[in-house]
């Protein structure tokens, strides 16, 4: 059996006065994965335990069928994995944007989504100048990491840490909202708080900056930290359910969680984890794949970045593309190899009203050997709340789409 899935993150969102009434999921033309709904079936899943928040960490992970309740630990740790750091028993990896805040509000989550180029000179300079120091009990690494996704990892020299128990805000859920309301609280405030203070002379003076001033582009003002935890411990997933996976992920959260599961990473030129991503190498890629895994997952973050930035246009647009260029290809190539099945799931919900994640159970469409026709005709939020397949917690939907139970 060959497995293959495709996220299109955050792609479920809510029916939008902008798109007459409709979902980005309604309103785009998608033949390939309304095929699969004909074929197969339509269903929901609840990726997102309510005491968790919604994102791709806690998200992906539910629907790689794994219990975030269980397993997860922080977002930080799942990327640290994807970018080859190790953590001992005592670190902590933190997630360490390079942000826009020039008046004291969360102008930009992405720095203008400034480039790794761009980003790591930033990161390097922050390690230059605060890298080593001993803080709150452990020791300060700065990692570049994709654009303006970075790590600071904390190298603890005891099983004790500050940053046990503190709670952080994730800045895409901020936007445009006064940074002095979110700022880091519990045991770790202080020690967070002055590593982002800290950030921001490093950062003001520094020649990348500058030029991206000149430019009229938004420059890195500081670093925003969030997201920490220490390393997760995860079964593989050939010993859980079976399949040998690979995964295409432009972002290296959703490829560290691959990672860790023990997929085989393929990096795809020009993937980008922006509306500008190379659609059809993802495509090439990933039925390529097919040839030497036994499932291999395809991750396209642009229905995400879209949401973010209120955009139901470019939405709809990457729904196509995604359809057009990776779902088609897969469902052509699938067949080749006798029995297989696909499923086209995001992982969370990303609301283009609130430009944030939101709870909620999301769309899935699987189709494929042994699946029979459910008469539904499309993909998309109403024909998944009026099935009767639903999955809560979402984490049961794998072994139901391996055909495991
Ligand atoms: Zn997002």
């Given at each position: 059996m060959k497995y293959a899935i495709v996220i299109p993150d955050g792609c479920a969102d809510e029916p939008l006065d902008a798109l007459g009434g409709r979902t980005p999921l309604q309103t785009a033309r998608l033949p390939h994965m309304d095929r699969i709904a004909q074929l197969g079936v339509v269903g929901r899943a609840n990726n997102v335990p309510d005491s968790l928040t919604p994102a791709s960490d806690v998200a992906t992970l539910s629907l790689f069928g794994y219990d975030p309740l269980a397993v997860y630990t922080g977002r930080a740790p799942l990327e640290t994995a994807a970018m080859g750091i190790h953590l001992g028993p005592n670190d902590f990896a933190v997630r360490c944007n390079l942000v826009y805040v020039p008046d004291g509000h969360m102008r930009d989550f992405t720095a203008g989504h400034i480039s790794s180029e761009e980003g790591a000179p930033l990161v390097?300079?922050?390690?230059?100048?605060?890298?080593?120091?001993?803080?709150?009990?452990?020791?300060?690494?700065?990692?570049?990491?994709?654009?303006?996704?970075?790590?600071?990892?904390?190298?603890?020299?005891?099983?004790?840490?500050?940053?046990?128990?503190?709670?952080?805000?994730?800045?895409?859920?901020?936007?445009?909202?006064?940074?002095?309301?979110?700022?880091?609280?519990?045991?770790?405030?202080?020690?967070?708080?002055?590593?982002?203070?800290?950030?921001?002379?490093?950062?003001?003076?520094?020649?990348?900056?500058?030029?991206?001033?000149?430019?009229?582009?938004?420059?890195?003002?500081?670093?925003?930290?969030?997201?920490?935890?220490?390393?997760?411990?995860?079964?593989?997933?050939?010993?859980?359910?079976?399949?040998?996976?690979?995964?295409?992920?432009?972002?290296?959260?959703?490829?560290?969680?691959?990672?860790?599961?023990?997929?085989?990473?393929?990096?795809?030129?020009?993937?980008?984890?922006?509306?500008?991503?190379?659609?059809?190498?993802?495509?090439?890629?990933?039925?390529?794949?097919?040839?030497?895994?036994?499932?291999?997952?395809?991750?396209?973050?642009?229905?995400?970045?879209?949401?973010?930035?209120?955009?139901?246009?470019?939405?709809?647009?990457?729904?196509?593309?995604?359809?057009?260029?990776?779902?088609?290809?897969?469902?052509?190539?699938?067949?080749?190899?006798?029995?297989?099945?696909v499923l086209v799931s995001p992982d969370h919900r990303t609301t283009l009203r609130t430009r944030a994640h939101a709870y909620g159970a999301v769309p899935f469409a699987v189709a494929g050997s042994g699946v029979a026709p459910q008469g539904q005709t499309a993909y998309d939020e109403p024909t998944a709340a009026a099935s009767p397949l639903a999955f809560d917690p979402g984490h049961n939907l794998m072994r139901w789409f391996l055909g495991r139970g």
């Amino acid at each position: 059996m060959k497995y293959a899935i495709v996220i299109p993150d955050g792609c479920a969102d809510e029916p939008l006065d902008a798109l007459g009434g409709r979902t980005p999921l309604q309103t785009a033309r998608l033949p390939h994965m309304d095929r699969i709904a004909q074929l197969g079936v339509v269903g929901r899943a609840n990726n997102v335990p309510d005491s968790l928040t919604p994102a791709s960490d806690v998200a992906t992970l539910s629907l790689f069928g794994y219990d975030p309740l269980a397993v997860y630990t922080g977002r930080a740790p799942l990327e640290t994995a994807a970018m080859g750091i190790h953590l001992g028993p005592n670190d902590f990896a933190v997630r360490c944007n390079l942000v826009y805040v020039p008046d004291g509000h969360m102008r930009d989550f992405t720095a203008g989504h400034i480039s790794s180029e761009e980003g790591a000179p930033l990161v390097k300079a922050l390690q230059h100048e605060l890298g080593g120091r001993e803080m709150g009990g452990g020791v300060i690494e700065f990692h570049p990491g994709v654009q303006y996704r970075n790590i600071l990892v904390w190298r603890g020299k005891a099983a004790a840490s500050p940053l046990a128990g503190t709670k952080c805000q994730p800045p895409h859920d901020i936007p445009d909202r006064a940074v002095s309301d979110y700022l880091p609280q519990g045991p770790g405030r202080e020690l967070l708080g002055q590593l982002m203070e800290a950030s921001k002379p490093i950062l003001a003076d520094h020649p990348v900056n500058k030029r991206r001033v000149a430019d009229g582009k938004k420059p890195a003002t500081q670093v925003w930290l969030w997201g920490q935890g220490k390393a997760p411990t995860i079964e593989p997933f050939a010993d859980q359910y079976g399949p040998r996976g690979a995964i295409i992920s432009a972002v290296d959260l959703v490829r560290g969680v691959g990672v860790l599961l023990g997929w085989h990473r393929v990096d795809v030129p020009g993937a980008t984890g922006y509306l500008d991503t190379d659609y059809a190498a993802k495509g090439r890629f990933g039925v390529e794949a097919l040839g030497a895994f036994d499932l291999v997952c395809v991750h396209v973050e642009a229905p995400d970045e879209a949401s973010h930035e209120g955009r139901a246009d470019e939405k709809v647009k990457a729904l196509e593309r995604i359809d057009e260029h990776i779902v088609g290809p897969l469902l052509a190539a699938l067949p080749r190899y006798g029995d297989w099945r696909v499923l086209v799931s995001p992982d969370h919900r990303t609301t283009l009203r609130t430009r944030a994640h939101a709870y909620g159970a999301v769309p899935f469409a699987v189709a494929g050997s042994g699946v029979a026709p459910q008469g539904q005709t499309a993909y998309d939020e109403p024909t998944a709340a009026a099935s009767p397949l639903a999955f809560d917690p979402g984490h049961n939907l794998m072994r139901w789409f391996l055909g495991r139970g």
